[in-house]
């Protein structure tokens, strides 16, 4: 009994001892924390970037709420549909829904290189995804995204929203370009 006793008493002694280790190790990790000061200066930074970002969220949402609301009152004020509405009246009211700070492009045709001639001279045969352009030149998703979206700034291309992407089509001035 006695021999049982003493290896009872060897493992409790042990485990105390264990136990005091990690007690240990938790208070001093718990010295190690930032500063009240600095903590408070992080949580300011991180409550700062969020409100800024909310801003930034909100503002575009009331740009995209008052383009929705102009979409509809000249929709309901023709008394036609979506469907019905002509490209050049879409283009007009999309162009003045544009932000005043963002930049209006005035090119000529000599501001078009290679690439975006065959662009241009491969969406002239019908309407063309970007995928279908990247897969033609031969350029990253990225580089045909941007590509795309200049020309379509430019007012070269047509651009009619399919879910989560777009099918652009050629527009009159690209038509200029490409029978030059």
Excluded: W
């Excluded at 909310?54 to 102009?70: A, G, P, V, Y």
């Excluded at 000529?108 to 897969?135: A, N």
């Amino acid at each position: 009994m006695a021999e049982h006793d003493i290896i009872i008493i060897t493992i409790a002694t042990m485990l105390i001892i264990l136990s005091g280790y990690i007690i240990y190790n938790m208070l001093r990790q718990s010295k190690q924390k930032l500063p009240k000061e600095e903590e408070y200066l992080v949580t300011k930074a991180i409550v700062t970037e969020f409100k800024n970002r909310e801003e930034n969220i909100n503002r575009k949402i009331t740009e995209i709420m008052i383009k929705l609301d102009l979409l509809e009152k000249r929709m309901t004020s023709s008394k036609e549909t979506y469907e019905t509405i002509p490209k050049k009246i879409e283009e007009e009211v999309i162009a003045k829904m544009l932000p005043s700070y963002e930049k209006k492009e005035t090119t000529t045709t000599k501001s078009i290189g290679q690439i975006e001639l065959s662009i241009l001279k491969e969406i002239s045969s019908g309407p063309k995804t970007s995928r279908e352009v990247q897969t033609k030149i031969g350029k990253s998703r990225e580089h045909t995204a941007r590509l795309l979206k200049e020309l379509y700034n430019k007012g070269y291309l047509l651009r009619e929203s399919k879910g989560k992407y777009f099918i652009y089509s050629i527009s009159e001035r690209g038509k200029s370009v490409t029978f030059e």
